[in-house]
């Protein structure tokens, strides 16, 4: 897997500034569209560098929401980020790869346009701003997704039987398939080493794991 993190809206702001870059969006719409333009056409280039080696997937990072809904609305991120996504995702299809987006956030009022788009799978499916549960079923064959388990509270404050609980409860979800289980996000310090170990033994514990791992 090849990953290109803050590969788009992300990489922007951080070149311009998180609020400058959404005043350019209301008053210098054409030099987003050319600044965007310019980083995919950049991130086209190091994905064709690196179909140069047996890789099955590229990887995108860009973070577009927050706690509840879009940093920049939808209708925004139809007019600029959309369009510049449609065209490196295309190059990454046209390879015959498989692409996987990781977005932070309430974005799942995007995930028709992501599929649309060539998305195969989405991380980091976090529980505390969108349904795991409804979602896995809605767009199981559609989209895979690939997180779930909470780390904003189940790991860090939940005990070891509570998040062995909730691992059982995605492991059993995701069984039908399109679901790769683990922590929605990067585990912090502030997690007990008992819970890390926790759901670590719940994924070994899968029927077939320890065959497939000896």
Same mark, same amino acid.
């Given at each position: 897997?090849? +990953? !290109?993190?803050?590969? !788009?809206?992300?990489?922007?702001? =951080?070149?311009?500034?998180?609020?400058?870059?959404?005043?350019?969006? $209301?008053?210098?719409?054409?030099?987003?569209?050319?600044? !965007?333009?310019?980083?995919?056409?950049?991130? %086209?280039?190091?994905?064709?560098?690196? !179909?140069?080696?047996?890789?099955?997937?590229? +990887?995108?990072?860009?973070?577009?929401?927050?706690?509840?809904?879009? %940093?920049?609305?939808?209708?925004?991120?139809?007019?600029?980020?959309?369009?510049?996504?449609?065209?490196?995702?295309?190059?990454?299809?046209?390879?015959?790869?498989?692409?996987?987006?990781?977005?932070?956030?309430?974005?799942?009022?995007?995930?028709?346009?992501?599929?649309?788009?060539?998305?195969?799978?989405?991380?980091?499916?976090?529980?505390? $701003?969108?349904? =795991?549960?409804?979602?896995?079923? &809605? +767009?199981?064959?559609?989209?895979?997704?690939?997180?779930?388990?909470?780390?904003? &509270? $189940? *790991?860090?404050?939940?005990?070891?039987?509570?998040?062995?609980?909730?691992?059982?409860?995605?492991?059993? *979800?995701?069984?039908?398939?399109?679901?790769?289980?683990?922590?929605?996000?990067?585990?912090?310090?502030?997690?007990?080493?008992?819970?890390?170990?926790?759901? %670590?033994?719940?994924?070994?514990?899968?029927?077939?794991?320890?065959?497939?791992?000896?």
């Amino acid at each position: 897997m090849f +990953y !290109l993190g803050f590969s !788009l809206f992300e990489r922007a702001w =951080t070149l311009r500034g998180m609020e400058h870059l959404l005043f350019d969006f $209301v008053d210098h719409p054409e030099f987003v569209h050319e600044l !965007l333009s310019a980083i995919v056409d950049y991130n %086209i280039a190091q994905v064709r560098a690196a !179909l140069q080696y047996d890789i099955d997937a590229v +990887y995108f990072g860009d973070d577009w929401g927050q706690q509840h809904g879009l %940093i920049m609305g939808k209708p925004w991120w139809e007019v600029f980020i959309k369009p510049q996504l449609k065209r490196m995702y295309s190059f990454v299809r046209a390879a015959g790869k498989f692409q996987m987006i990781h977005s932070c956030g309430d974005v799942d009022e995007l995930f028709d346009d992501l599929v649309a788009l060539g998305v195969n799978c989405f991380n980091p499916f976090q529980p505390e $701003v969108m349904d =795991t549960t409804a979602l896995l079923k &809605k +767009y199981r064959g559609r989209l895979a997704f690939h997180g779930g388990l909470s780390t904003q &509270k $189940v *790991l860090p404050y939940c005990t070891e039987p509570e998040v062995r609980r909730e691992s059982r409860r995605l492991l059993e *979800l995701g069984a039908a398939g399109g679901y790769i289980f683990s922590p929605a996000h990067s585990v912090e310090g502030d997690v007990p080493l008992e819970n890390i170990l926790a759901f %670590i033994a719940e994924a070994q514990a899968q029927p077939g794991w320890l065959a497939q791992h000896r």
